[in-house]
């Protein structure tokens, strides 16, 4: 997923998992690739990993 697509859709997972938008907006950066060859494509969200180190949170 890109990266300014899960953005957009923080505040929404926020709001479910009780957590500040803030530590999930934290968390989506923590789980981005850059751009192939720094120019190439968009940055991409690993969901998967990002979804499992949102179950680790508690809010």
Not at 3 to 10: D, I, R
Not at 41 to 47: A, L, S, Y
């Amino acid at each position: 997923m890109s990266a300014a697509n899960s953005n957009l859709q923080a505040p929404r997972v926020a709001a479910t998992r009780h957590l500040p938008p803030s530590r999930v907006h934290a968390l989506i950066a923590a789980h981005t690739t850059p751009r192939a060859w720094g120019f190439l494509g968009e940055r991409r969200v690993n969901v998967l990993q990002l979804n499992l180190a949102l179950d680790t949170l508690r809010p």
